[in-house]
């Protein structure tokens, strides 16, 4: 037997704090749907690279949508630094979040690993990685690295 589809009416005329709240609804249904598997899945692949190095390393993100949920596979982005940024890039458009979100992620900097922060800012295709959980900058020399990580994400 399947489950019933919920859905909720669009807000008309309503104060801005209802309508947060609306929102907050929203994303809550879509959860919701996905969870009760009324959402098809659909994947890819989508090529990645990282900036502020010698050489830029790319490889390969699985990237699977239900809905407005994704899930990002990142590969392992390593090399050597020329800066003191770290941004991974390649996100289509038709992926970019809509929402801001924080994650912590496995980084190496300058050869030592250790807990970094990946940050992924409402419409940007860029994802910026930090050298450690309170943003702070990379070494612009040695090796750094953002080890395989997987994120969730609500997308426009």
């Given at each position: 037997m399947a489950a019933p589809k919920v859905t909720l009416p669009p807000p008309v005329d309503t104060p801005s704090w209802f309508y947060v709240y609306y929102q907050q609804l929203l994303y809550q249904q879509q959860l919701l749907q996905v969870l009760l598997g009324?959402?098809?899945?659909t994947e890819q692949d989508v090529a990645v690279a990282g900036t502020g190095f010698v050489a830029a390393p790319a490889g390969e993100a699985r990237v699977s949508e239900r809905g407005q949920v994704v899930s990002l596979a990142l590969?392992?982005?390593?090399g050597t630094s020329t800066a003191v940024t770290f941004q991974v890039t390649g996100l289509p458009n038709a992926l970019l979040p809509t929402r801001n979100s924080h994650d912590l992620v496995r980084i190496a900097d300058n050869g030592v690993d250790a807990v970094g922060l990946l940050v992924l800012t409402n419409g940007q295709a860029a994802f910026d990685v930090y050298a450690s959980p309170a943003g702070a900058?990379?070494?612009?020399?040695?090796i750094k690295?953002?080890?395989?990580?997987?994120?969730?994400?609500?997308r426009g």
């Open positions: 009324q959402v098809a899945t590969p392992r982005l390593s900058a990379f070494a612009a020399a040695g690295t953002l080890y395989p990580h997987t994120i969730v994400y609500m």
